[in-house]
């Protein structure tokens, strides 16, 4: 069953340049199904919406984010709620209870004068009852030294600790209520490899212990093959090809997921590897058709006047490329 459903999601940036309205369409049409008890990866080149999606589903939305159009579904034993559609008040109900996020850059979350206890004191404030000092101590102790972290971080100042730790801090306060989706937008990016590999192994962890949601976005095609359960790679604000993991890396169909792939590299390879010549397309005034066109090397006229759907071509391997849809035979 999923827990987060998205249905033509379009979710676009409006605003005003010297008075001329400039339109941006971050994310153009999604539709996307969550799973409990997985680790989905949304991957793609910078500027492909990756974190406007991940604000979308979290309920950050204001101006000039603006919902066009479809629906973000959270669905749980109880309820299935309209993320878009909740008041702030119905919002903060579920947010970091039921839905949590790990923003991209700790010190967003992290308030640089005040000791770590005492964001987990406001935290924990806001959000759980508790009946006193003993028991924070004991609550948040014991989370803390669940996922292998000193109880003594608690006495820090966040600029006494390490990029890594600080992370590491960031993902202990966003999952101490036990949520059951976790979204985390580039949590390793600005990390060295080591430390990068303690922050992912974390997640893992936690997933694999509380069998709750992971929504994992980087652009690193590594943190994916290590981390991920599945993953759906997103090109200028739509998703281009979802498969597991497994699937995806063993035979990636879209030609910007191949560029992705081969792009990563491997042990033992001198050579340069080329990645998609060009950039992400602007997102004021994309061309017609498939957005991937000026980029691919299998472009038809078709691509530069249709746009591709998102379609299911084996199972659980959804692609939009027409070339994919006439080499499998998908009409
Ligand atoms: P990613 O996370 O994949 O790098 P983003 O979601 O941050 O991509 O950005 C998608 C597009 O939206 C980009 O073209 C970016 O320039 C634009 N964008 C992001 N934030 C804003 C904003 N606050 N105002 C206007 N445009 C924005
Ligand atoms: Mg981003």
Redesign the pocket.
């Known amino acids: 069953m999923p827990v987060i459903h998205t249905e033509d999601l379009k979710a676009y940036?409006v605003?005003k340049v010297y008075g001329v309205e400039r339109t941006?369409q971050?994310v153009d049409g999604v539709s996307l199904d969550i799973y409990e008890d997985e680790i989905l990866g949304i991957a793609?080149e910078?500027?492909?919406?990756?974190?406007?999606l991940m604000k979308v589903l979290f309920g950050m939305v204001k101006p000039?984010?603006t919902i066009m159009d479809g629906r973000v579904q959270y669905i749980s034993d109880r309820t299935t709620v309209d993320i878009s559609s909740l008041n702030p008040a119905a919002l903060r109900s579920i947010r970091w209870k039921d839905i949590s996020y790990v923003p991209q850059g700790s010190m967003s979350v992290l308030n640089p004068v005040r000791k770590i206890r005492k964001t987990f004191q406001d935290f924990m404030g806001t959000h759980q009852k508790l009946s006193g000092p003993k028991e924070f101590q004991q609550v948040v102790g014991d989370h803390l030294r669940s996922l292998g972290l000193p109880v003594d971080v608690l006495n820090a100042y966040p600029h006494q600790l390490s990029g890594g730790m600080q992370q590491r801090v960031t993902i202990a306060l966003a999952t101490i209520l036990h949520p059951r989706v976790i979204f985390a937008d580039e949590p390793t990016t600005a990390l060295d490899v080591v430390v990068q590999r303690g922050v992912i192994q974390l997640l893992k962890n936690i997933q694999k212990e509380h069998h709750n949601t992971v929504v994992m976005v980087t652009h690193d095609m590594a943190v994916h093959a290590n981390l991920t359960d599945r993953v759906a790679i997103m090109y200028a604000g739509q998703i281009v090809e979802e498969a597991k993991t497994r699937d995806m890396f063993k035979k990636p169909l879209h030609c910007y997921s191949k560029y992705l792939i081969g792009s990563l590299p491997r042990i033992g390879d001198k050579a340069y590897r080329i990645s998609a010549p060009g950039n992400p397309p602007v997102?004021n005034d994309p061309l017609p058709g498939c957005r991937f066109q000026d980029r691919c090397p299998d472009c038809s006229d078709r691509c530069c006047k249709e746009t591709p759907p998102l379609r299911e071509v084996e199972e659980g391997h959804k692609v939009a490329c027409f070339r994919v849809f006439d080499e499998m035979g998908v009409s």
Do not use: F, N, V
């Open positions: 940036y605003t941006i971050a793609g910078s500027g492909c919406g990756k974190s406007t000039p984010l997102l």
